[in-house]
Nanobody, 129 residues
Framework: QVQLQESGPGLVKPSQTLSLTCTVS??????????WSWLRQPPGKGREWMGT???????YYGPSLRSRASISMDTSKNQFTLQLSSVTPEDTAVYFC?????????????????????WGQGTQVTVSS
């Protein structure tokens, strides 16, 4: 059974770059047909898809964050990383990493919560000076 664990700073200052890592165990991030995403949930709001990297390294980003977000993978460590630049207090949220269901000839619906079959527990990130 695959397990995901987020790690990173709990507090970031405005204008800095947030960096979060998701460590995957029990399965390879390069396994065919799987994709790995970052999502977040601001206080009092729903869960928002931020971006995804698939098993071959292709990335997809949500339209509101495309200019600030970057996702990469380290296959030697079985990890994938989110970098979010120029953060503001509006980026305060619980950040989750998740695995999308295998696509097997269909298109992923990465912005749909039910597309994901495995989740990390989430990590709180607060942006404040």
């Amino acid at each position: 059974q695959v397990q995901l664990q987020e790690s990173g700073p709990g507090l970031v200052k405005p204008s800095q770059t947030l960096s979060l890592t998701c460590t995957v165990s029990g399965g390879s991030i390069t396994a065919n047909n799987y994709a790995w995403s970052w999502l977040r949930q601001p206080p009092g709001k729903g869960r928002e898809w931020m971006g995804t990297i698939d098993y071959s390294g292709v990335t997809y980003y949500g339209p509101s964050l495309r200019s600030r977000a970057s996702i990469s993978m380290d296959t030697s460590k079985n990890q994938f990383t989110l970098q979010l630049s120029s953060v503001t207090p509006e980026d305060t949220a619980v950040y989750f990493c998740a695995r999308a269901r295998p696509r097997y000839g269909r298109s992923w619906r990465l912005d749909q919560i039910n597309e994901y079959d495995s989740w990390g527990q989430g990590t709180q990130v607060t942006v404040s000076s």
